[in-house]
T-cell receptor
């Protein structure tokens, strides 16, 4: 299997622009997670989906952030408008099922820089 | 709330030295515990996990034992290699949950 695929790998944009990050989970996995990694806050969960339905979005920082999962093989995380404090590495992860015993498999991440 | 605390780095070692990274957690019930590793410029990879008390996870020479009595999940390796240089994250998922709660990460640098 190709693993979790994320695109783009790097994104540089200017403040105020819209940014869209993309994720393709491992085929057959039912749960998908978006994480953000920063030096100040470490790794934090933004949102997760199960069977394409958002289950917990309590980690989404504010209304500028939105996430969708239109089908089992694709998800997007959108920031509009972007701000410099959004600069971070964004990871997508997927797992076979929900639950504490399930391993989450991470993609390579998208490194976002907002100028 | 749930939390994971791990020793701050960086930890600098010579090749073939013994490595220990301490990890303690706070969570209700019986969470599952994980160690993830992040190599430079890459995403996180699962290193090992344990899902119940006294379980020992092991992989690539690394080991960690789920200690309920001390709420700990310390990572050990008997003889490190330069290729083990990475950032190591301890994490948990609580019994009824799906969210990984991570520690702050420990950077390990192994010198030849």
């Amino acid at each position: 299997d190709a693993g979790v695929i994320q695109s783009p790998r790097h994104e540089v944009t200017e403040m105020g622009q819209e940014v869209t990050l993309r994720c393709k989970p491992i085929s057959g996995h039912n749960s998908l997670f978006w994480y953000r990694q920063t030096m100040m806050r470490g790794l934090e969960l933004l949102i997760y989906f199960n069977n394409n339905v958002p289950i917990d979005d309590s980690g989404m920082p504010e209304d500028r952030f939105s996430a969708k999962m239109p089908n089992a093989s694709f998800s997007t995380l959108k920031i509009q408008p972007s701000e410099p404090r959004d600069s971070a590495v964004y990871f997508c992860a997927s797992s076979l099922e929900e639950g504490a015993r399930e391993t989450q498999y991470f993609g390579p991440g998208t490194r976002l820089l907002v100028l | 709330g749930d939390s994971v605390t791990q020793m701050e780095g960086p930890v600098t070692l010579s090749e073939e030295a013994f490595l220990t990274i301490n990890c303690t957690y706070t969570a209700t019930g019986y969470p599952s515990l994980f160690w993830y590793v992040q190599y430079p410029g890459e995403g996180l990879q699962l290193l090992l996990k344990a899902t119940k008390a006294d379980d020992k996870g092991s992989n690539k020479g690394f080991e960690a034992t789920y200690r309920k009595e001390t709420t700990s999940f310390h990572l050990e390796k008997g003889s490190v290699q330069v290729s083990d240089s990475a950032v190591y994250f301890c994490a948990l998922i609580k019994a009824a949950g799906n969210k990984l709660t991570f520690g702050g990460g420990t950077r390990v640098l192994v010198k030849p």
